[in-house]
């Protein structure tokens, strides 16, 4: 058994309340209070000394060293020594992400085995800048202390990562057949302390942490951390700020419970550049345009404008609203630009760097959120636990997508006014002023009861377990339009703003410095009224609730065999208001949400167990089986009904090492992951064509999923050591295999009960004489062998995409403690990526298109010394130390140049160029 030997603190309560002199004291102590919690330490003594068990729902993290832990919750909910654990965890301590820099999650989790963020494959995104690839199988959500959690977290509250491969339904409930993390935030404890943290980046801006914890008395502790953050990005105008409060409070009202709240805020703008891509390769580089273009006498190499297109000039906002119609383009084919030729585009297709961005600095993503967790630990005998836990969380994302990433040329002499064109021969951007509004709002709630069992040859501890989850998503798009054009519908079929009212920003290369001038409701000088417009809305409720069980044993007298069995039973229901908004019949401009389509209710039960056995203290083997779901997003079937959930299950098995009186400790493990019902595009288009050409309406189906599985084996090699007390290792390596099976299954049936209605009513129109019929005909033999095609080209047991051949991870850091070097620290480190799938060349599903591996390099360096009462830290990380330039497609295209078809890559990720963070902290 594990206890807890504390004794009283002598600090007095009433002291510290009357040190609090002034208003603003009192007030913002009282907010520290009753904003927070996290993770206890433990089970508190009394004033008698008594010794207390810890809960088995905490985790006692005082026997960490180094970059090792001993113990999770991520095995099955109940604190379990991560020797004992079958399952694949990897716990990366603060010491760790501290030592490489690491100041967010992703940042941390490139580091973990197998496991590869999704921004090192496709670069910055908008929106799932929290998404981590586990063995190649995708990237998903994560949780913070075992709640659903939909943000990049900050190291300035984290305390350590969980990271969990494979199904782990008794864990994490629904989610996804790689893995999952779990973030730690940081608990209150016993030592009173204060840190500053401030760190400089080369590619410009500061960062600055604090972080105090209180003892208010024997039986309240508080913490309250802070980050302000303002980083520039490598890229031109790039950056990315954030600024957060964090308070957490510990109280034990008696000796048998705890109770602990936490509460964060956060707001972050992260000003994203994307690729600048080619709209002017096919300009001769000399031809320009005087004035208006009449149809048909386009000049050579350059497009002619044929429709609407009011144009805003960000850099002369005195010219109004302007109509481009019958004026020049240049054009291009929309591949990324490099600073160096590439095949399928002429040699002076370049930017000047990967720098290179036409981006507003007002532009990017506006992320704000705000969580409030309660932990309610309880001993209600001296062998039965319980745990109630809530957390409510809100996160809104305002994405400003106004990507001025198409390079275009003005060729223009004149504007449509007739005077000269000051921006002849300049570069510029041009976008549609789009907004995207998203919201999530997740309340969680859990209770359970541990009970723990001893006897002479086995010991027990005994999970029961129920929660719920009501998680709501919104986005709202809204666009800058027209209000007075001669068409006063707003909005078009496609749920996108109507052409003839569209409005564009332009940002010209000698304007990039001024920010973006949205359009006036009313231009005097062309008379033209716009605002912005609701254009699009969804909802999604997906509210799940359930239960669980586990048992966890240790059997023989010499406790050598260690098991786990549970059990998960999932209910759950998704509501959306997908296509049922209500729009002005008008303008089709969204009014309200509409009623909500539910689907079906459905039930999963999910099965875990595995098994440890130490056949000595050195080495261990293992084996386990497991499984989840994930409800997903709203999907809705051929049929007309809700498309199961993604469900999931693997087996997994290996050997633990435990070497050097545990101080250097590994697992070797092989996985097989099954994940099924992943969604895949449908062929309703193609259906609708052949119904309606048949003149059979009535037969049409509503926009639907089809679905595919996915298949991953593999080896993962994952070891931590500290050989001496000042030195710190980390290893890991793995070979991920994955494959796609099962595609298309319902599209194939629904195309199989009505091939032989379909092959006969086609060819009686083939045949007739009537031009009409055999135009409708054609049509529907044309949409048939579409779908024939589209079922045809999925390729059963085909490499996924974006598969690494192996990925590695090895970092290292030595610190002198006397001598010369006395305070020194020298150390670094490794992430290493082996070729990675990008795609198949055209009619060969099997002839793979690789994107080729990388290293990318790191050195850490620091000193430390005592100065006054406190500890000074400074470090130096260095990533990319060798500052390669390591650009890597994610897509491939087909291009034809001079009458000959180019396969190339079309879309490129730029790791970012070598970077010096210089980092600061003083302990007290």
Do not use: C
């Not at 109940?78 to 820099?101: Q, Y």
């Not at 950056?239 to 956060?266: C, H, M, Q, Y």
């Not at 507003?360 to 001296?382: K, L, Q």
């Amino acid at each position: 058994m594990l206890h807890l030997h504390l004794h009283k603190n002598p600090f007095d309560l009433m002291h510290f309340l009357s040190t609090l002199q002034t208003p603003f004291a009192r007030r913002s102590f009282a907010v520290a209070l009753l904003g927070g919690s996290t993770l206890a330490p433990g089970l508190w003594a009394q004033e008698d000394d008594e010794i207390y068990e810890l809960s088995p729902f905490i985790v006692d993290v005082s026997g960490d060293r180094g970059y090792t832990a001993t113990a999770s919750l991520a095995g099955g909910r109940l604190a379990t020594a991560l020797r004992d654990t079958a399952a694949s965890v990897t716990v990366m301590t603060e010491a760790f992400i501290r030592d490489v820099g690491a100041t967010n999650f992703i940042e941390a989790a490139r580091w973990a085995p197998n496991a590869v963020p999704q921004t090192e494959v496709r670069g910055q995104d908008l929106y799932n800048d929290y998404q981590v690839s586990f063995r190649s199988l995708g990237g998903r959500y994560q949780t913070r202390n075992f709640f659903r959690w939909y943000i990049n977290s900050d190291g300035f509250s984290t305390d350590r990562i969980d990271f969990s491969r494979g199904p782990n339904g008794l864990v994490f409930g629904d989610s996804g057949s790689g893995g999952i993390a779990n973030i730690n935030s940081k608990r209150a404890h016993r030592d009173n302390f204060g840190e500053v943290l401030l760190q400089w980046s080369s590619f410009g801006g500061f960062r600055v942490t604090a972080d105090a914890n209180y003892e208010v008395s024997e039986t309240v502790q508080v913490r309250v951390a802070g980050v302000l953050q303002r980083f520039d990005d490598w890229r031109d105008v790039g950056k990315n700020d954030r600024e957060g409060l964090f308070a957490t409070v510990t109280i034990r009202p008696n000796e048998r419970s705890t109770i602990r709240l936490e509460g964060e805020w956060g707001d972050m703008h992260r000003l994203i550049t994307f690729g600048m891509l080619d709209n002017f390769s096919q300009w001769d580089g000399v031809t320009t345009n005087p004035g208006f273009i009449p149809p048909g006498e386009v000049p050579p190499t350059l497009q002619r404008q044929g429709q609407t297109q009011l144009v805003f000039n960000a850099g002369r906002p005195d010219l109004g609203l302007v109509d481009f119609q019958g004026f020049a383009n240049t054009a291009g084919n929309f591949r990324q630009l490099l600073p160096e030729a590439q095949p399928g585009l002429p040699a002076s297709a370049v930017i000047p760097s990967h720098k290179e961005s036409l981006q507003a600095p007002s532009a990017g993503v506006y992320n704000d959120y705000i969580t409030v967790s309660a932990f309610w630990e309880h001993r209600i005998t001296d062998n039965l636990f319980l745990e109630v836990a809530a957390n409510y969380q809100k996160q809104t994302r305002d994405a400003r997508r106004w990507f001025f990433d198409a390079w275009t040329i003005d060729v223009n002499e004149t504007l449509p006014g007739g005077q000269p064109n000051p921006y002849l021969g300049e570069a510029y951007g041009q976008a549609r002023l789009w907004t995207d509004q998203q919201t999530n709002e997740v309340i969680d709630y859990r209770a359970s009861l541990a009970y723990l069992l001893e006897s002479d040859l086995t010991d027990h501890r005994f999970l029961v377990s129920a929660g719920q989850r009501k998680d709501r998503f919104s986005i709202d798009w809204y666009e800058w339009v027209r209000t007075n054009g001669p068409n006063p519908q707003l909005v078009g079929n496609n749920e996108q703003s109507l052409p003839a009212n569209r409005i564009f920003v332009r940002r010209y290369a000698s304007d990039r410095s001024l920010d973006v001038a949205l359009p006036p409701s009313f231009d005097p000088v062309s008379g033209i009224e716009a605002r912005e417009a609701h254009t699009r809305a969804f909802v999604s409720e997906k509210p799940v609730a359930y239960v669980q069980t586990a048992a966890v044993g240790q059997w023989l007298p010499s406790r050598a065999l260690h098991t786990m069995l549970g059990a998960r039973r999932d209910f759950y229901r998704e509501r959306t208001n997908r296509g049922l908004e209500e729009r002005a019949p008008v303008t089709r401009e969204i009014i309200s949400t509409g009623s909500t389509t539910t689907v079906d209710k459905q039930n999963v039960t999910s099965l875990n167990g595995s098994a440890v056995y130490h056949f000595t203290r050195s080495f261990s083997a293992f084996a386990g089986y497991s499984e989840s779901f994930d409800a997903g997003n709203v999907a809705i079937g051929i049929d007309g009904r809700g498309l199961p959930s993604l469900e999931s299950k693997g087996i997994e098995g290996g050997f633990k090492l435990f070497l050097f009186d545990e101080r250097v400790s590994g697992t070797v493990t092989y996985y097989r992951n099954e994940e099924e019902n992943n969604r895949i595009g449908g062929e309703a288009a193609n259906i609708n064509r052949i119904w309606s050409a048949l003149e059979q309406d009535n037969l049409q189906v509503d926009n639907y999923q089809d679905r595919v599985s996915f298949r991953g084996t593999g080896w993962e090699l994952d070891f931590t050591a500290n050989p001496t007390p000042n030195w710190r290792l980390l290893f890991n390596i793995a070979f991920p295999e994955t494959k796609q099976t099962g595609g298309f299954a319902d599209t194939r049936a629904y195309v199989a009960a009505n091939r032989a209605a379909w092959e006969s009513q086609i060819a009686e129109l083939e045949a007739s004489e009537d031009l009409s019929d055999r135009l409708r005909g054609d049509l529907a033999r044309n949409s048939l062998q579409a779908i024939d095609g589209r079922i045809g080209g999925f390729a059963e047991g085909r490499r996924i995409d974006e598969t690494f051949r192996y990925t590695a991870n090895i970092f290292s850091r030595y610190f002198f403690r006397d001598g010369p070097l006395d305070g020194f620290s020298i150390g670094g480190g490794a992430n290493i990526r082996g070729a990675r799938t990008v795609g198949n060349r055209p009619g060969d599903p099997f002839d793979y298109v690789f994107a080729s591996g990388y290293t990318l390099f790191t050195l850490v360096a620091g000193y430390e010394r005592e100065l006054g009462s406190g500890l000074l830290s400074l470090q130096l990380n260095v990533s990319n130390l060798f500052d390669k330039e390591i650009v890597r497609p994610y897509r491939f295209g087909n291009y034809v140049l001079d009458g000959q078809t180019f396969f190339v890559p079309d879309r490129f990720n730029v790791q970012d160029p070598r970077r010096f963070l210089v980092t600061a902290s003083y302990r007290f």
